[in-house]
């Protein structure tokens, strides 16, 4: 389940553009806390700090305490800015999160037992749709991933949102129809080989 990750800020002076170029200039980040009823609060992070947290794999589907100034505000992050070529985080929105809220997430996919489909030992490719689920649960109970057994799919076969058991007390953001998650694909050498094998015996 969601760890809670600590997140030392501090509240921006100056807004607009050339305060932030002066920021990043520093290895601080611009960033904002909203919600829950009170004005935005304009923040400033630590680059690294912020980079570090980013790369563990779960920032974003954990809950982060932003501690400013003595204070804490529990807090969802929302979304990340990047630079669109070096990638540095150029900006963050976090969203306040009260005890007991349901948040909706993005929660990473994660397939284990490849070695026992019959449809990728034969050669078949797994051809991922989603990469993650949109799932809504308590903001004490967001899952890291959500695993996927492929035990026992062939190829040609897809799996669904049904095949997915999900944690106690998380479900599915989307609830009007069962969804393709990922499918055990034919690679192309192999169907022209099965092509071709009945064509033979067509003859």
Same mark, same amino acid.
């Given at each position: 389940? +969601? ?6 800020? &501090?509240? #921006? ?5 050339? *305060?932030? #170029?002066?920021?990043? #200039?520093?290895?601080?980040?611009? @960033? /904002? /806390? ?14 690294? =700090? ?8 779960? $920032?974003?589907? +954990? ?23 070096? +990638? ?11 005890? !007991? ?5 993005? /929660? ?6 490849? &070695? ?6 034969? !050669? ?5 749709? #989603? ?7 308590? *903001?004490?109970?967001?899952?890291? =991933? ?6 026992? $799919? ?6 669904? $949102? @049904? ?8 479900? +599915? ?7 393709? %998650?990922?499918? %055990? *694909?034919?690679?192309? @050498? ?6 071709? =094998?009945?064509?033979?015996?067509? =003859?």
């Amino acid at each position: 389940m +969601s760890d809670t990750l600590n997140l030392p800020a &501090e509240t #921006r002076e100056r807004n607009g553009k050339g *305060a932030s #170029r002066d920021l990043r #200039r520093n290895g601080r980040v611009p @960033a /904002v /806390v909203y919600g829950g009823k009170e004005e935005p609060l304009s923040i400033h992070l630590e680059e690294k =700090e912020l980079t570090r947290q980013l790369m563990t794999g779960h $920032f974003f589907n +954990s809950i982060i305490e932003v501690e400013v100034g003595g204070k804490k505000y529990r807090t969802q992050p929302k979304d990340v800015a990047f630079h669109p070529v070096s +990638s540095r985080p150029l900006h963050v929105d976090f969203l306040r999160v009260a005890k !007991g809220a349901t948040v909706h997430v993005n /929660v990473p996919v994660v397939f284990e037992n490849e &070695e026992a489909s019959p449809g990728l030992k034969r !050669g078949g490719v797994l051809n991922v749709v #989603r990469h993650d689920l949109e799932l809504v649960c308590d *903001a004490e109970k967001i899952p890291h =991933e959500i695993t996927i057994d492929l035990t026992g $799919f062939d190829l040609g076969e897809s799996i669904h $949102f @049904a095949h997915v058991t999900l944690p106690k007390g998380v479900e +599915s953001a989307i609830t009007d129809r069962d969804f393709t %998650i990922a499918t %055990i *694909a034919t690679p192309s @050498a192999l169907r022209s080989a099965e092509g071709e =094998e009945a064509e033979a015996e067509a =003859e």
